[in-house]
T-cell receptor
Framework: EPEVTQTPSHQVTQMGQEVILRCVPISNHLYFYWYRQILGQKVEFLVSFYNNEISEKSEIFDDQFSVERPDGSNFTLKIRSTKLEDSAMYFC????????????FGEGSRLTVL | DQQVKQNSPSLSVQEGRISILNCDYTNSMFDYFLWYKKYPAEGPTFLISISSIKDKNEDGRFTVFLNKSAKHLSLHIVPSQPGDSAVYFCAASAWGSGTYKYIFGTGTRLKVLA
């Protein structure tokens, strides 16, 4: 069964360092998303991406964040200069835009900023 | 502005009985409502969805009911099994700005007691 894959599963970094989280969405999907979940809190929307550009972004997605689809398969989230409060699980998701509106998530990348 | 609310942070149910998870929303423009199940350190897994034009959708042990006048939906799990113990997120989606937007509730932790 097709699935969304994310790497790395866990990354530990020093505050101020750049981090890139990678995702391979389901191959025929067109809409891509990043969400995050700080421990014990709700799943928060960061950004949506369609047709090689950002469709929508939340207040969390400030200038320190960027997304890219560098080739036909990868979808990356970059945090330019990490802060302690960026520590969270980051989930990539994709959707084919089909009528049931299903959104499929990857297993997540745990980011720990020290 | 919490557009999707799950007011019960936790629920305990005996194995074999019915689990009822509730969700309220405020925006009448949502097209689809979805339920996700999440285990610790894993990505949310899609369970079942319902279109805003329907009032019930059933898939095996899972049934989702939608009451549009009350802006309320519920997920029924019958019979509940210990493996159902997880956090359940309600989500709502709407089309806008060239993409589907998904908004998640805060989750309800279900514990099924053997």
């Amino acid at each position: 069964e097709p699935e969304v894959t994310q790497t790395p599963s866990h990354q530990v970094t020093q505050m101020g360092q750049e981090v890139i989280l990678r995702c391979v969405p389901i191959s025929n999907h067109l809409y891509f998303y990043w969400y995050r979940q700080i421990l014990g809190q709700k799943v928060e929307f960061l950004v949506s991406f369609y047709n090689n550009e950002i469709s929508e972004k939340s207040e969390i997605f400030d200038d320190q964040f960027s997304v890219e689809r560098p080739d036909g398969s990868n979808f990356t989230l970059k945090i330019r200069s990490t802060k302690l409060e960026d520590s969270a699980m980051y989930f990539c998701a994709s959707s084919g835009g089909q009528t049931t509106g299903e959104l499929f998530f990857g297993e997540g990348s745990r980011l720990t900023v020290l | 502005d919490q557009q999707v609310k799950q007011n019960s942070p936790s629920l305990s149910v005996q194995e074999g009985r019915i689990s009822i998870l509730n969700c309220d929303y405020t925006n009448s423009m949502f097209d689809y409502f979805l339920w996700y199940k999440k285990y610790p350190a894993e990505g949310p897994t899609f369970l079942i969805s319902i279109s805003s034009i329907k009032d019930k959708n059933e898939d095996g042990r899972f049934t989702v009911f939608l009451n549009k006048s009350a802006k309320h939906l519920s997920l029924h799990i019958v019979p509940s099994q210990p493996g159902d113990s997880a956090v359940y997120f309600c989500a709502a989606s709407a089309w806008g700005s060239g993409t589907y937007k998904y908004i998640f509730g805060t989750g309800t932790r279900l514990k099924v007691l053997a």
